[in-house]
Every structure is written in structure tokens, then in C-alpha cells.
């Protein structure tokens, strides 16, 4: 039988061990454009190691509803994956910890509109789930020789819905 996953709502504090919320809160690190933009610096780390280089791609992933059937995770043991919407809907992020080199119990976050995540090397997490139309993301990752993809089946799945 499926084990239930709760949604909730993603925060910086809650993501912590998994990557980074990605987000303009707080006050901006400078005024650029004369004065007519914010810019917030530097928010994500991306890791790509030591013998790959950052790639920008686009994801055009099909929407989701949940709840969702969750039979499978990922990890990316080269490099960092960061996910930025280019809409303004949030998404569903699942992540897991590393458990004997397989997913934990996974938890399930909702993204609020305006954050993007930067999972970090070698996090489990579920795929590209956005909830509503369109699910176009700018994805910042490493590129390299490596395969960099490593993929959990569970043998049962979960049920990942909102509360």
C-alpha cells in the first residue's frame, strides 16, 4: 500500500539540507539601471566540480495535478541543478536525504510564485513537476563527460497531495 506525503509550503529554513529557495526576499543588494532595477545578487551556488562547466538549457515539462503517484527519484552525484520558472506559478519540489545510497521518505514542497531552487549535488529529488501551464523552466546545471544521473525506482510508490 502507498505511503501518503503532505505538501507544504516551501521556506529557505525547511529547504536547507536540500539546496537553496531562490527568491528577492529581504532588500536588494544594489540599485542597478539607474536606480530602476533591483539586483539580488548571487543567490544560488552551482556546483558543477571539477572538470564540468555550468550549461543553460530550457525544460518544457507537461503539467502535473496532484495527487501525484510518486514511483521514482533522482540525484545528480557531479553537480548542483538549479530550477527557475519562467512564469510566475509556483511548482511541486520533492527531495529526499540519502539513506544507504538510496531515497529517504521523500517530503513534498509547493513553491510560491517568484522562487526558483538550486538542488545541491547529489540531493534525491523528484522530477520536474510543474502544476500549472506553462511548465517552462530556465535550468542552470553541470555540463560534462560524466552521466551525472543516477535514478531510485521504489517498490512501493508514494502518494504525494496537498493536506
Not at 97 to 120: C, E, V, W, Y
Amino acid at each position: 500500500m502507498a505511503q501518503k506525503i503532505i505538501t507544504e509550503s516551501l521556506t529557505k529554513k525547511k529547504f536547507q539540507d536540500f539546496g537553496e529557495v531562490i527568491d528577492t526576499g529581504g532588500d536588494p543588494d544594489m540599485l542597478i539601471n539607474q536606480g530602476l532595477c533591483e539586483r539580488y545578487h548571487d543567490r544560488a551556488k552551482i556546483d558543477v566540480g571539477p572538470d564540468g562547466k555550468v550549461g543553460l538549457s530550457l525544460f518544457n515539462a507537461e503539467t502535473r495535478s496532484l495527487p501525484l503517484v510518486l514511483k521514482m527519484m533522482e540525484r545528480h552525484p557531479d553537480g548542483s541543478q538549479a530550477f527557475i520558472p519562467m512564469s510566475t506559478n509556483g511548482f511541486l519540489v520533492i527531495v529526499a536525504n540519502d539513506k544507504n545510497n538510496r531515497p529517504d521518505t521523500p517530503k513534498a514542497f509547493l513553491s510560491s510564485p517568484g522562487q526558483a531552487i538550486n538542488f545541491f549535488k547529489g540531493t534525491w529529488h523528484g522530477v520536474l513537476t510543474p502544476l500549472s501551464k506553462p511548465g517552462l523552466f530556465a535550468v542552470i546545471d553541470r555540463i560534462g563527460e560524466s552521466q551525472n544521473l543516477e535514478e531510485f525506482f521504489f517498490d512501493v510508490p508514494y502518494i504525494v497531495d496537498r493536506l
